[in-house]
């Protein structure tokens, strides 16, 4: 469901750093890649759809990673008309089938259920516009 930025997480929130070797993006840059305003950048961030990583100096880096969720987001917004809480529960589900394939793609012994499973997965991507 959408955060409101005045109350504390509903659950805690993952914490994750660009490594050295991740190409970063400052807010303006990042902002043109997605076109999107600043603004609207700072409003996802705001809202707890993403964390950017942060310089000492406090200036937001955003990493492939971030590109890849804000074009979900902008794909969510703009192509499926969804609300902020309809934002929210399309990247919670993103984030569990993402957990799912991956569970699946491990699974030596499920081929036969690799195969039936694989395009409903693929399908429900791009309905959320989650696919690369």
């Known amino acids: 469901m959408y955060r409101d ?3 504390l997480p509903s659950k805690p929130t993952r914490t994750v750093r660009a ?3 991740d190409a970063l993006y400052v807010i303006s840059v990042a902002a043109r890649l997605v076109e999107l305003h600043p603004t609207t950048l700072r409003k996802y961030e705001r809202v707890g759809f993403l964390e950017p990583s942060r ?13 890849r969720r804000l074009r979900q987001i902008k794909h969510l917004v703009e192509e499926r008309e969804m609300n902020l809480a ?5 990247l919670d589900l993103t984030e569990l089938l993402t957990e799912i394939a ?3 793609e491990q ?7 690799r195969g039936r499973i694989q395009a409903p997965l ?6 959320l516009g989650a696919h690369d």
């Open 55 to 67: 310089t000492p100096g406090r200036t937001r880096l955003y990493s492939h990673e971030d590109i």
């Open 19 to 21: 490594r050295a070797s």
């Open 5 to 7: 930025p005045h109350q």
């Open 122 to 127: 693929r399908a429900a991507f791009a309905t």
């Open 102 to 104: 991956a569970a699946i």
């Open 86 to 90: 309809g934002v929210q529960m399309a």
């Open 107 to 113: 699974a030596p012994d499920m081929v036969s259920l």
